[in-house]
């Protein structure tokens, strides 16, 4: 705090505090995106464990977060990197048509690479945990599709959010249908098959998450290449 303090005075001198109406009301649009794709996200990320604690033990939500643990956030840490460094880059870039497609050829390789490497992470990672949480093939290769597909929209996700309202429409969009997707799902198959249910509810989610938000861009994309074939039938 003290540090903070220090920097902050000596750096005052440079700050230039002024309101800028345009600006505002850029912050104000987006903001009420954000605040609807982050109660989106709040829902479908927990919905899960509590009503894996509902129905079933509290044991249950230790176990079920060792796996998310082990596949999904160790994932998320490296696609984090990742787009930390993607989203500037791309955002340089007015026509993206070509970074989607490319994008698109990079999918094949994150899955046939990173599906055995989130397979040994959660072994790994289960095996520090100890014989508390027992190793089971099924929820492994169900928590590590499921971690891919969390890294794949996320990709998706941030590549449009560069394009401006119109691609922070389509992450919405695709945020929501997973929210609403997830919920319903959760709510189904939890009390049927109990962990397998839960993730499976977010794997299912995330593929048609993924659809909507694929579909959506194309459509964009599919519309900009109509117009451009119209102006150039103008000239």
């Given at each position: 705090?003290?540090?903070?303090?220090?920097?902050?005075?000596?750096?005052?001198?440079?700050?230039?505090?002024?309101?800028n109406k345009p600006w505002a009301k850029i912050l104000n649009r987006?903001?009420?995106?954000?605040?609807?794709?982050?109660?989106?996200?709040?829902?479908?990320?927990?919905?899960?464990?509590?009503?894996?604690?509902?129905?079933?033990?509290?044991?249950?939500?230790?176990?079920?977060?060792?796996?998310?643990?082990?596949?999904?956030?160790?994932?998320?840490?490296?696609?984090?990197?990742?787009?930390?460094?993607?989203?500037?880059?791309?955002?340089?870039?007015?026509?993206?048509?070509?970074?989607?497609?490319?994008?698109?050829?990079?999918?094949?390789?994150?899955?046939?690479?990173?599906?055995?490497?989130?397979?040994?992470?959660?072994?790994?990672?289960?095996?520090?945990?100890?014989?508390k949480y027992p190793i089971n093939i099924l929820l492994m290769l169900?928590?590590?599709?499921?971690?891919?597909?969390?890294?794949?929209?996320?990709?998706?996700?941030?590549?449009f959010n560069s394009e401006g309202e119109k691609g922070v429409k389509?992450?919405?969009?695709?945020?929501?249908?997973?929210?609403?997707?997830?919920?319903?799902?959760?709510?189904?198959?939890?009390?049927?098959?109990?962990?397998?249910?839960?993730?499976?509810?977010?794997?299912?989610?995330?593929?048609?998450?993924?659809?909507?938000?694929?579909?959506?861009?194309?459509?964009?994309?599919?519309?900009?290449?109509?117009?451009?074939?119209?102006?150039?039938?103008?000239?």
């Open positions: 705090g003290i540090i903070g303090g220090i920097i902050l005075i000596s750096l005052h001198k440079y700050l230039i505090f002024e309101f987006y903001s009420r995106f954000a605040v609807l794709g982050g109660i989106s996200f709040t829902l479908y990320t927990n919905i899960d464990k509590i009503l894996i604690n509902k129905y079933m033990l509290l044991a249950d939500v230790g176990l079920y977060n060792a796996y998310y643990y082990a596949s999904i956030n160790v994932i998320g840490l490296f696609s984090g990197i990742f787009i930390t460094v993607f989203f500037p880059t791309v955002s340089k870039y007015e026509d993206k048509t070509q970074i989607f497609k490319r994008v698109n050829k990079f999918i094949p390789f994150l899955i046939v690479f990173g599906l055995p490497f989130t397979l040994l992470s959660e072994y790994l990672v289960l095996e520090l945990f100890g014989e169900l928590f590590a599709i499921t971690s891919l597909l969390v890294a794949w929209y996320g990709i998706y996700a941030w590549l389509i992450t919405l969009s695709g945020t929501g249908t997973i929210a609403i997707t997830n919920i319903i799902l959760n709510i189904y198959l939890i009390p049927r098959i109990g962990l397998y249910g839960a993730i499976g509810s977010t794997a299912i989610a995330y593929c048609i998450g993924i659809g909507v938000v694929y579909v959506r861009r194309g459509n964009i994309l599919q519309h900009r290449i109509n117009n451009s074939r119209n102006d150039f039938k103008n000239e």
